[in-house]
């Protein structure tokens, strides 16, 4: 069964100070990966999408990296608007064409001045 | 470009009552994914609609159901309402579910809390 943990559950950052959160995946047959942002109550807001390792791709003052273990989501200068929580997501290759995503519990992300 | 809207945006029942929810998916779009979330937790699949037809379906019991109508739009039926359905409903469209990105938009969510 396909597995996504993130890492941690929780980061606190002050204005400027950039870190990265973790996704670890087990997948048989990755065929995509997922990055989404969520505020409270609001539906996730698609950020990115990783198809194989070494694949990076960079929205502001997100980048997101892949490996074929896990995914980085690095955030550099951290504004207080990008507080939310981060949701990782795996879609894999599977016979039938159902396009579920399976997604991690999510970080929750709170930046402050 | 509108995005994927749901509605009601909250709605509050009485366990054994039934509830319907809808969907329509961006324009252009054909297929309807549904995943509940449960607060502090990520999205759990549900079901997923291409065309009318339910292409699949996660581990909930019976009491959910769903379809498509010819407009792509989707409503979602949970039976006999537990406790346990309290939870964050959203609705995901994508343009098909055999193109190599797949990327699935949320909507707003609807909000259901069972007493």
């Known amino acids: 069964e396909d597995q996504v943990t993130q890492s941690p559950e929780a980061l606190r950052l002050q204005e400027g100070e950039s870190s990265s959160l973790n996704c670890s995946y087990t997948?048989?047959?990755?065929?995509?990966l997922f990055w989404y942002r969520q505020d409270p109550g609001k539906g996730p807001e698609f950020l990115f999408t990783l198809y194989s390792a070494g694949e990076e791709k960079e929205k502001e003052r997100l980048k997101a990296t892949l490996t074929k273990k896990e995914s980085f989501l690095h955030i550099t200068a951290p504004k207080p608007e990008d507080s939310a929580t981060y949701l990782c997501?795996?879609?894999?290759?599977?016979?039938?064409?159902?396009?579920?995503?399976?997604f991690g519990t999510g970080t929750r992300l709170q930046v402050t001045l | 470009d509108a995005g994927v809207t749901q509605s009601p945006t909250h709605l509050i029942k009485t366990r054994g009552q039934q509830v319907t929810l809808r969907c329509s998916p961006i324009?252009?779009?054909?297929?309807v994914s549904w995943y509940q979330q449960v607060l502090g937790q990520g999205p759990q699949f549900i079901f997923q609609?291409?065309?009318?037809?339910?292409?699949g379906r996660g581990n909930f019991p019976d009491r959910f159901s769903a379809r498509q109508f010819p407009n792509y739009s989707s409503e979602l039926n949970v039976n006999a309402l537990l406790l346990g359905d309290s939870a964050l409903y959203l609705c995901a469209s994508s343009y098909s579910t055999g193109t190599l990105s797949n990327e699935q938009f949320f909507g707003p969510g609807t909000r259901l809390t069972v007493l």
């Open positions: 324009s252009g779009h054909k297929s």
């Open positions: 997501a795996v879609h894999r290759w599977a016979t039938g064409t159902a396009s579920k995503l399976t």
């Open positions: 609609y291409y065309e009318k037809e339910e292409r």
């Open positions: 997948v048989s047959g990755l065929r995509g």
